[in-house]
């Protein structure tokens, strides 16, 4: 990579799920994150630390009158993980089983690094990891 050029962020991350009310009360209630949008049944968006999270309904955004560019859908679960410090991962898993969320696993990876497991109302699996999972001089 050329020294003009930083390596890219993730700005944005994607899931898909058929109740946006059910995701929308988890996100926002749940997770805390603060939503940007929402457009009838067709998506929800929010705001999570410098990227936005955006949580499309494929039967709505697969429909044949959507215009090309914003044609979004896939089947099945996806997966989002979100950075969490060792204190933080206590705090979310105390937050998670208040608002009734079940852990589905506590992983301690090789590296030493923790995550946390959980499924949104859709099935996706959130995950809550120390960043030293991928970048190992990280906290």
Same mark, same amino acid.
């Given at each position: 990579?050329?020294?003009? +050029?930083?390596?890219?962020? *993730?700005? =944005?991350?994607?899931?898909?799920?058929?109740?946006?009310?059910?995701?929308?009360? #988890?996100?926002?209630?749940?997770? &805390? +994150?603060?939503?940007?949008? @929402?457009?009838?049944? @067709?998506?929800?968006?929010?705001?999570?630390? &410098?990227?936005?999270?955006?949580? #499309?309904?494929?039967? =709505?955004?697969?429909?044949?009158?959507?215009?090309?560019?914003? *044609?979004?859908?896939?089947? &099945?679960?996806?997966?989002?993980?979100?950075?969490?410090?060792?204190?933080?991962?206590?705090?979310?898993?105390?937050?998670?089983?208040?608002?009734?969320?079940? *852990?589905?696993?506590?992983?301690?990876?090789?590296? &030493?690094?923790?995550?946390?497991?959980? @499924?949104?109302?859709?099935?996706?699996?959130?995950?809550?990891? =120390?960043?030293?999972?991928? #970048?190992?001089?990280?906290?």
């Amino acid at each position: 990579m050329t020294s003009e +050029l930083s390596p890219p962020r *993730i700005l =944005e991350a994607v899931l898909y799920a058929t109740d946006l009310d059910a995701v929308e009360r #988890f996100y926002e209630r749940a997770l &805390g +994150l603060e939503k940007i949008a @929402r457009q009838g049944d @067709r998506h929800v968006f929010f705001r999570c630390d &410098g990227a936005v999270l955006l949580i #499309f309904n494929p039967t =709505e955004t697969r429909r044949a009158d959507q215009a090309p560019e914003f *044609i979004h859908g896939a089947d &099945g679960m996806g997966h989002v993980c979100l950075a969490a410090t060792r204190t933080q991962l206590a705090a979310w898993k105390s937050r998670l089983l208040e608002f009734g969320v079940a *852990i589905e696993s506590e992983v301690v990876w090789p590296n &030493g690094a923790k995550s946390l497991y959980v @499924r949104d109302p859709a099935g996706n699996s959130i995950e809550f990891a =120390e960043p030293g999972l991928w #970048f190992p001089d990280t906290p």
